[in-house]
């Protein structure tokens, strides 16, 4: 299978390009000490304000102890109170403080400097078209997955909304399958980076996975480790090695791929040509676009410069 099937494939285009732009967020809003599952509650209250503990787990895909240190930080931090519901003594439902009101700005100004920077070019009728093709993508997901409460569609739903939404709802799908597979997603990740870009440093691969250097040697000696990864001596440094995949990883990743082009079958079908082409096109140029400003944020990192 040719290495540019992952820019082909519009269900890892949306899982990647939603997981590519939280990290750029993460990025942007590094200096307000806000962890993203922190940004997110602020984010999803804001829009959403008294869902309850099990909503929010819900709607993030986070479980319920994370999130309750998270909660209890942004409690103490005086942004969010937690009131008894009064329909059921037992739940709590969470709303936001006027306190929280400067960091709300300061981070919809920052994610709307990023929006603006991989959005640059489109215009508004083209981001239309890939709002309406991943709210197709959305109604078939939710016919399969059972909708977090309060998750029907809205006059506030935007492209990005939907966008987090269905990757949410594409990584459980793309969980279960990986693991009756034997491998997890970010092995996953890894491979089909390292069949993208063959011949990458491990440092390059822990750039363009965002995983620190520690994990991604890990990752790669577990790769090696079950035969899916080779490490080959650079020939222009012989201190370095180079990642190539193994015969067996290649053959692995085709699997896979035909694995998920099954599961996805129904969503392609409601998805129509003319959706696919949009979502396809649209996303691989969103895509495409934060991995080259990541990589650029790399680079001044290592050279000591700061971002």
Known sequence: MPANSFEQNWALLVHDTARLIRRRFDVAIKDLGLTQAKWRVLAILHR?????????????????APLGLA???LDQAGWIRRETDRSDRRARRVYLREQAAPTLQTMEERFRQVENNYLRGFDEPEVAE???????VRTTLRR????????????TDTYLSVLFECGRLLIRRFDARLG???????QWLALNTIEQREGLRQGELADAT????AAAGKLVDALEKSGW?????DPGDRRANRLHLSRRGRSMLSSTRERFDRLHGDLDRALGAERHRTLVKRLGWIRH???????HTAEARRAGVRS
């Open 130 to 136: 890939l709002l309406d093709a991943l709210l197709a």
């Open 289 to 295: 676009r934060l991995l080259e400003e990541g990589l």
């Open 229 to 233: 990864v080779e490490r080959r001596v």
């Open 144 to 155: 399969s997955d059972s909708p977090a409460p309060g998750a029907a569609g809205s006059d």
């Open 71 to 73: 909660l209890e930080w």
């Open 210 to 213: 965002e995983v620190g250097a």
């Open 180 to 186: 009756e597979m034997g491998f997890t997603r970010q």
């Open 48 to 64: 959403s304000p008294g869902l309850s503990q099990s909503e929010l787990a819900e709607r993030l895909d986070i479980e319920k």
